[in-house]
């Protein structure tokens, strides 16, 4: 009776009842009896009642119960698996275009909001180095890093130096440390002169606080979906939800303390802000882990309301995840 309630649910989004069910899944019982069984679902915290004369609507027990309990583990259609695959094969070998692509996908199939993070370094590791002259004494530099990871930073040198003392002080840089991490840096600065140590300063500085961050850059898709839900009809509840993903430092928290626990590939679904988050008690989230364990590791997931199609979304990001997997795994072995 709760699957059914929820199903109903799901696709309606107006309160079920015992009539409704008993006339829309032809069900061998009659409404006295379907009404007493969702009058035991509702005493059990499963159901609620949003008014007197209303039907029923599931609580957020009552969608945890459903995830947790009765939601058969499916797989998406072999079609669809096939589709979302030739997009991905078919696409630019670049990470950053995959983490594009996988974020409008999610939100497309979920018709929800979808997020996407960058894979980020377990052990942040140099790549190459470019130091590009701006205007008199600054200079930007900009370091790339195993597996994609872009940085910029803006340093202020001593004295001026030409833009050829520049290009040749970042391939000098760029040949010794590649591949190398802090330690290996660290260890090389005996080899740089004093122009190269002090941009190897800012390089060892800016690894460093990469490599205490949660996650990478952050992809996001599919926010109008979110708000054409009547969940959202209200500014503050649509504002509530789309501040989390807009608000670094409350994403991060998030994810470290949920998805980054978890294993590489599990899927994890957050019901009504789990009593932590404030931000999501309209909400579910459904959170993975995806790429290469021990080496580089990133999240996606999708964020919508309490009543989304859970069977679904779930085996749609689990697929994702996958795919993303494989791609980002076979990029860094390279």
């Not at 309160?15 to 409704?20: R, T």
């Not at 980020?120 to 590009?132: A, C, D, G, P």
């Not at 590649?178 to 080899?191: E, M």
């Amino acid at each position: 009776m709760l699957t059914l309630v929820i199903h109903d649910y799901i696709k309606t989004a107006q309160p079920v009842g015992s009539n409704h069910l008993v006339q829309n899944y032809k069900l061998d019982m009659s409404s006295a009896t379907v009404r007493n069984e969702m009058v035991a679902l509702t005493d059990m915290g499963y159901l609620r009642q949003p008014h007197t004369s209303a039907g029923r609507v599931p609580s957020e027990e009552g969608y945890r119960y459903f995830v947790g309990r009765l939601m058969n583990q499916s797989e998406l259609p072999a079609n669809t698996r096939r589709t979302i695959s030739h997009q991905f094969y078919q696409s630019p070998q670049d990470v950053e275009q995959w983490l594009k692509l996988a974020a409008s996908v999610l939100a497309q199939q979920s018709r929800a909001a979808s997020l996407v993070t960058a894979p980020h370094l377990e052990q942040t590791r140099f790549k190459h180095l470019e130091l590009i002259s701006i205007h008199g004494r600054q200079v930007l530099l900009v370091m790339v890093l195993v597996g994609g990871e872009v940085l910029q930073q803006i340093l202020t040198l001593a004295e001026p130096v030409s833009q050829d003392q520049l290009s040749n002080t970042a391939s000098h840089i760029s040949n010794l440390c590649h591949g190398a991490d802090l330690d290996g840096i660290t260890g090389l600065k005996s080899q740089f002169d004093a122009l190269e140590v002090d941009v190897i300063e800012v390089v060892l500085n800016t690894m460093t606080r990469t490599q205490t961050l949660v996650a990478g850059e952050v992809y996001l898709d599919g926010l109008t979906n979110v708000l054409a839900e009547p969940e959202f009809a209200g500014a503050d509840e649509a504002r509530r939800a789309l501040h989390l993903l807009e608000e670094r430092s409350l994403l991060d928290n998030l994810l470290a303390r949920t998805v980054m626990t978890s294993a590489v590939g599990g899927v994890q679904v957050l019901i009504g802000g789990e009593g932590n988050w404030d931000e999501l008690r309209q909400c579910s989230m459904v959170l993975a882990r995806y790429g290469a364990p021990g080496l580089a590791t990133g999240t996606l997931g999708v964020l919508g309301p309490m009543r989304m199609p859970y069977g679904h979304t779930i085996s749609t990001v689990r697929y994702v995840a996958s795919l993303l997997s494989e791609l980002v795994s076979d990029t860094l072995s390279d």
